[in-house]
């Protein structure tokens, strides 16, 4: 998953801003990097409760870029993020065990509180008993 973090970064790179007098001179890159790969992880994990991930990214590090490089990082962001969201739609439970180091569990509570423990299905991320939650929150969804 970290792929796209880091294509994201290198193509940002080049118009990433020195930082202010008295920080370390990589500081404003790192801090770049960081939230390319906090986005991805969060899309990898969570991505049923991550409604505008790449709005996100580009609000977390649009202060980085001067005013002329915003409309190139958005589009760079948009891009990226398109990509990563296609490919966990397509290998949902790949994507989330390569930035968790696990497998995906489904996202119910069980009666007794704890997580459930049961491999979920990629469209809803609830496993087959839970499916009814799911249908609950489309519901709510619609409503809403
Ligand atoms: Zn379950």
Do not use: W
């Not at 899309?43 to 001067?66: G, N």
Request: positive net charge; charged residues 20%.
């Amino acid at each position: 998953m970290y792929q796209f973090s880091r294509a994201i970064y290198r193509e940002l790179a080049p118009y990433i801003e020195a930082p202010c007098a008295g920080m370390a001179p990589t500081s404003n890159h790192a801090a770049v990097l960081r939230a390319c790969e906090e986005v991805i992880t969060r899309l990898a994990t969570d991505r049923h409760y991550f409604a505008r991930p790449a709005r996100t990214l580009f609000l977390d590090v649009r202060s980085y870029f001067p005013m002329s490089a915003q409309s190139h990082v958005h589009r760079v962001i948009s891009r990226y993020i398109d990509c990563a969201q296609t490919f966990l739609a397509e290998h949902p439970h790949e994507g989330y065990t390569a930035v968790s180091g696990a497998p995906p569990q489904c996202r119910a509570t069980t009666r007794k509180g704890s997580a459930c423990q049961r491999t979920p299905l990629p469209h809803n991320g609830y496993c087959p008993s839970h499916q009814h939650l799911a249908d609950t929150e489309d519901r709510e969804l619609a409503a809403a």
